[in-house]
């Protein structure tokens, strides 16, 4: 009998493109983590429409009719507890949680950041890329924490930086590759092969399953 698959809910705030990659790689019913729910703090995120036809539980928490940050995630909280939500992942969810909510998902919530972490934190990354000058970029999923844009990595991939890069260009590659390693993150989280230790993560065996999500710098053509 196959291992039951965790029930997982995506935040997004827009089109949600890495939501639409982690519900394709969850189309796979030997993939360890099924997508049951998509939340989205705005009303005309184009993502509810896909995540809808796809089949799932699609609701809007919008943000803008709450006091505050935690009156929202409780709205949030409860959502999630009737689904019976076991991992949740934010998927261009555009809003700063409170330590509350991590609180509540403590190791069972997943980013993903268009950066290296712990370079170029916040925004607007592939600009700041380029300011700086470095010659290697790219994408980081990582365990969230109250600290912004940090917490324990599960996977990164890389790109070289282009002397012909502009932020669009330079984003996009990026973006390719955070729809590679976001479903495998998420399946290995899923999967229990991965465990925390302190501000790092460590493969449960690494002699038999080796982490395949640190990647080497992957040569693409300009596009």
């Known amino acids: 009998m196959s291992p039951r698959r965790k029930r997982t809910a995506i935040l997004i705030s827009g089109g949600g493109s890495n939501m639409r990659a982690l519900i394709e790689a969850a189309r796979d019913p030997a993939y360890p983590a ?21 089949g799932i539980a699609a609701s809007v928490v919008d943000h803008k009719i709450y006091a505050g940050r935690e009156e929202f995630e409780r709205s949030m909280q409860a959502l999630l507890e009737i689904h ?22 403590a190791g069972r919530l997943l980013n993903i950041h268009p950066a290296l972490l712990p370079a170029f934190r916040g925004l607007h990354t592939h ?4 300011a700086e000058g470095v010659k290697i970029h790219g994408c980081t999923v990582h365990f969230v924490v109250p600290a912004m844009d940090e ?21 996009r590659r990026v973006l390719a590759q955070e729809h590679i390693i976001y479903p495998a993150a998420l399946a290995r989280v899923a999967g229990n092969c991965v465990t925390i230790q302190g501000n790092r993560t460590f493969d449960v065996d690494p002699a038999a399953t ?14």
């Open 127 to 130: 600009e700041r890329a380029l």
């Open 210 to 223: 080796p982490n395949p999500m640190v990647m080497p710098p992957i040569v693409p053509s300009d596009a």
């Open 84 to 105: 019976r939500i076991e991992l949740v992942c934010m998927a261009g969810f555009l809003r700063m949680v409170t330590p509350w909510f991590i609180g509540q998902w």
């Open 151 to 171: 917490g324990p990595i599960v996977a990164q991939a890389a790109v070289p930086v282009l002397d012909s890069d502009t932020p669009e260009s330079l984003g």
């Open 34 to 54: 099924e997508i049951t729910l998509v939340i989205s703090n705005r009303p005309d995120a184009g993502g509810l429409v896909y995540a809808k036809a796809a």
